[in-house]
């Protein structure tokens, strides 16, 4: 299953202090295979992740390892998607 996640940084917090740990996690969760890619916003005020991961409750237990998520930085919503790939294949 694939799954959107939309990364919003909470008005006036100061992310820069967890940075590097939060750069380390991502990495470790794209290491693992259930984070595919990751998407800074152009005004970088959040990000765009996307999972494929067994559930919703995965994706859940990955971001909330997240420091920026942990320390209230960050808050995120998650969507379930699915692939438009059945458009181009026929």
């Not at 595919?36 to 409750?57: M, T, V």
């Not at 998520?69 to 699915?82: C, L």
């Amino acid at each position: 299953m694939k799954f959107l996640v939309l990364g919003r940084f909470v008005p006036d917090a100061d992310h820069d202090t967890r940075m590097d740990d939060e750069r380390r996690r991502v990495r470790e969760l794209k290491d693992s295979g259930v984070l595919e890619q990751a998407f800074r916003k152009a005004d970088k005020s959040g990000a765009y992740l996307i999972f494929n991961a067994s559930s919703i409750e995965e994706v859940e237990r990955a971001i909330s390892s997240l420091p920026f998520v942990q320390e209230g930085i960050m808050v995120a919503d998650i969507e379930e998607i699915e692939s438009l790939e059945f458009i181009w294949s026929s």
